[in-house]
DNA sequence: TATGAATGAGCATTCATTCAT
DNA sequence: GATGAATGAATGCTCATTCAT
């Protein structure tokens, strides 16, 4: 009645339930989600939530899929392979950085999956079938700085990659408890911009140092 | 009838609750677990634990006190004010290292607490009161290195207990999502070796630096 | 298996849902209700209560107001600007005495209510919207019946509205305090009659008397 | 700890035990209250009103007991056969009147009793041979009122005490609801004046007209 | 394709009551 | 006489899901 009922738009019902439970499962995981909740903010009913992806479950799984296909492209859209070493490393940290910082929901279903232990991911051909972008293009990197003579040459890329994602993801993952026990919110701006350039300051004085 | 039943043990059976909800708080969260799982877990019932912590909500705050506690008890029995910055650092840094490590509830809690934006321990007057006893150690290490010329100066020490703390966190949070996209599992231990060694690395590469 | 299942009947799933209440508020009061014994008189289950009303007190507030419309209703129908002052007032005391005989449920959900100081009624608009047509009859007949002399003039109509109802309300909801008490049953038939005699006759004989 | 603990006092505890389960079953009926709001207003432990009453159910006869050996007393305390018969009406009225107002707590229990259809007076033995002394009393008067030919002498004086108590307790019991439908407070001290003065002028109007 | 109606299992919580000291 | 600890059976309510149209 009062409602802005939305009729006989299959694809448009389908992205707006996926939205909607983007949405709720970052809050509140698959457990805390409401079906209804999804279905009301999606516009639509909980009928249409089964009818398009079978269960909650298996909604939960799509929703991983699309925020990894997200990345993925993102990823793909870098290109780092014409910069100089040093250039491609400081640009790959401030993206990876900026990422996870404006789309916090992937942030929140990441550490929601992991409290699960990755069953959805695991249970996703999708997302098994798409191999992270960026640790060949990282590889190519290491590899240009090392034949320079500016990268140290015993870095191994995924480790590496690791490090450089985790101070971002830490800061932003913990922010509450952080600022509860430490006294210090690390999302404001200036924080941010601090923590970042100590970050990267890190990585590259480590990369430039000669093997031990 | 087969279950071993204990009576009148009321030391023992808030004790056993409050264990109980720890793991069954640790997976599954809030909202996840159950409360007929931890009175089962507790070999009790479901009453008791309202009749100590009156309610599932405080139930977990309980949990996240005692669990904040005792790392705190942990912090406080470090004694780095001994030992040369450099291996008072690493010393550090391995202690972080390892305490989540060995204590992945904590860190699990750490996450569902986050996941709340951190409710819990904000209305925690306990865990509000203690407040980290690490910062203080650090900040006079940082500053014993500096005047013995080992360290920069312009390192702030917050900043600087992330920094540390965020890799062992990221690896050790992230293993199953990262163990599905990067393929690798950095929790088996020669891994875990090599992580720890880079970070250290890094982090002592930074502090060796001069300020730019 | 063994009930007659209604199914996909709307109109009559709430309409049962709500005299099934009605009668299990009527005995045992708000608290004393059980929803399950609600669904079960209802024929259908303890959720479809929630899908149309949504709480337990939201359906005994439902209760309340059909009742009342009802009453209302009944109230409307009486017809007594045709007749003489006397014979008007007999037959409105014959009426009151009557419904409540007839509603008892009416009545003890009167009483109910009232023991929680007439929070329900209080918060349902549309009960607080239908001001009791009665009472603006009740005035005309005092007011017809003083000028034609046979009626003193200086009759309040809520005060005496109240005088009516209250002897056929005492007797009905004291009904079982009294028997035990005074050991006389007030509501067998012979009995009733004589009640409701000795009650008219005392308001006619008032109003007949000159004011003092 | 920081309640007041009394200890060692039998007698008190019985007592505390019954005036605070009379104030809790007066609000909220036999199923509303609570054993341990019970026992906490009565400054003691659940334990010991299974220990002095044995159930829920027999602590509430015993309040029932109590409130009428209360009224029984205060009825006995009346003289009402040394007045004129027309003064010992009036008294008599005003003393119904009152003593409901004044202990508004038998008048809610009164009404739970009834909704439970009298069953905790039916199995009290002490209420059933306590009968109430003031019909006899009231029979008296009516003999002498006719026999003095100031009133009639068709009057059932049962009848008649039940004519004389309902208004009284009508409006009081209703109070809640008669205000929220008729708009008037039937229960603030002009409105009361008023009703109890219209209430003995109906009876005595009534007694003193000639049987028809 | 879309939707209101229906369902049973499960949820956190509360209850009166009893046990053991 | 007095008390903290313990219990099992409800209680109101919510959940994801399916039915019928």
């Known amino acids: 009645m009062n409602e802005p009922k939305i009729k ?8 707006r339930i996926l939205s ?4 709720e499962f970052a809050n509140g995981g698959l457990s805390g989600a409401r079906v209804d909740q999804i279905a009301r903010r999606a516009l639509t009913n909980e009928r249409m939530l089964y009818y ?7 909604l939960f799984t799509a929703v991983l899929e699309q925020a990894f296909a ?3 492209d993102a990823e ?6 014409g910069l100089e070493p040093v250039d491609a490393i400081t640009r790959l940290a401030h993206f990876i950085w900026n990422y996870y ?26 997302i098994n079938e798409m191999m992270s972008p960026v640790t060949s293009m990282l590889s190519r990197i290491l590899r240009r700085g090392a034949e320079a003579g500016v990268f140290r040459n015993d870095v191994d890329p995924l480790r590496f990659y690791v490090t450089l994602s985790a101070l971002g993801y830490y800061v932003l993952s ?8 430490l006294g210090r919110d690390f999302t404001e701006p200036e924080e941010r911009a601090e923590v970042l350039r100590l970050s990267t300051d890190m990585v590259l004085c480590y990369l430039r140092t000669k093997a031990s």
């Open 8 to 15: 006989r738009d299959p694809e448009g019902t389908r992205r």
């Open 76 to 81: 793909r859209q870098l290109d780092l392979d």
């Open 20 to 23: 909607a439970a983007a949405e």
């Open 101 to 126: 910082f404006e789309h916090q929901d992937l942030l929140r279903l990441l550490n929601n999956e992991n409290l699960h232990e990755a069953r959805y991911i695991k249970n996703s051909s999708r």
């Open 70 to 72: 997200c990345l993925a």
């Open 52 to 58: 398009y992806f079978g269960s909650k479950e298996q």
């Open 174 to 181: 913990n922010r509450y408890t952080l600022a509860a026990i």
